[in-house]
């Protein structure tokens, strides 16, 4: 039977609708953030950060019927990971988390990381860091740093770049010597779709078996927006059919790069559906390719 509509929205997430589907157990949300003003953000932060406790994001949970979480560090808190890695442990066994850290790390901040949940190093070239620059050699460094970590097996290297950065860093991506998530589509503008040079990049990228891509932020360069982003259609079907075993699925919730009051995760969830075709290829992304890429185990 189909859960009821809520009775109020949740913060942060337009309309009162649950998805279309009735997810599978053991679906994870695979990109969100946590922001609790009992941790202040970094000082090069311009903006008030929103108000987006594991509270509220529980509520999220309820409403989607997913189960599992990845928290992403967001650029907000700089490389302090103090904020996810309190979600973590609210959280509990069914989270895991992304930190974002400087390139001057230690190996003992890593083993730190790596024995509250976290799974991944988050780079991002897209947002301002007036903390410290984001390099290509930066980069490279860090994958080897983790990669040679006795305590970071499995661990994996997030993306966060422009289509042009990603060209232009597609020799050093295919020498990585760990896995790589390339965030939010690559953020490819759906208007160029699959004929993006990036796209090429990715789809390159995904064929040598070691690059898995994030199935989020729709809205980010979608012309037709919400609720259906139909424009992204043709680019998310590509990525599914090109290699449904390393896709996951992530909310972005809070959206703070959207205007408030303006998406809705249900239909997030639906157009994850669009996208996924039958329901094998939907509960792959949502519970099967999150398991092994985040390592979890058990039950949520």
Excluded at 126 to 143: C, F, H, I, N, Y
Excluded at 163 to 179: N, S
């Amino acid at each position: 039977m189909h859960p009821p509509d809520l009775a109020e929205p949740v913060p942060h997430s337009v309309g009162l609708a649950r998805p279309s589907r009735v997810l599978p157990a053991l679906a994870c949300d695979s990109h969100m953030h946590i922001f609790d003003a009992r941790f202040a953000p970094s000082p090069h932060w311009p903006r008030t950060p929103p108000d987006a406790p594991v509270a509220a994001y529980r509520r999220l949970q309820q409403r989607l019927g997913t189960s599992r979480a990845v928290v992403v560090t967001p650029s907000t808190y700089g490389t302090d990971n103090a904020c996810t890695l309190d979600a973590l442990d609210q959280l509990g066994d069914s989270a895991r988390g992304v930190a974002v850290v400087g390139q001057d790390v230690s190996d003992a901040e890593l083993a730190r990381l790596a024995a509250r949940r976290v799974r991944g190093l988050r780079v991002n070239f897209v947002s301002p860091q007036s903390w410290g620059e984001t390099t290509p050699d930066m980069l490279s460094r860090l994958a080897r740093q983790v990669a040679g970590h006795p305590d970071c097996g499995g661990w994996h290297i997030q993306l966060f770049a422009q289509p042009e950065q990603i060209e232009a860093l597609a020799p050093l991506l295919r020498a990585l010597p760990l896995p790589l998530v390339i965030d939010h589509l690559g953020r490819i503008d759906p208007a160029d779709g699959t004929a993006a040079p990036a796209y090429g990049v990715l789809r390159g990228l995904l064929d040598g078996g070691n690059t898995w891509v994030k199935l989020s932020g729709a809205y980010m360069r979608s012309a037709m927006h919400g609720p259906g982003y139909a424009d992204t259609l043709p680019l998310g079907r590509a990525l599914v059919q090109a290699a449904p075993e390393r896709l996951v699925w992530g909310s972005d919730w809070p959206h703070t790069t959207e205007a408030p009051g303006t998406v809705d995760d249900a239909a997030l969830v639906d157009l994850l559906r669009a996208w996924a075709g039958p329901d094998w290829a939907m509960d792959a992304i949502l519970v099967d390719n999150p398991a092994r890429l985040y390592g979890f185990g058990g039950a949520a």
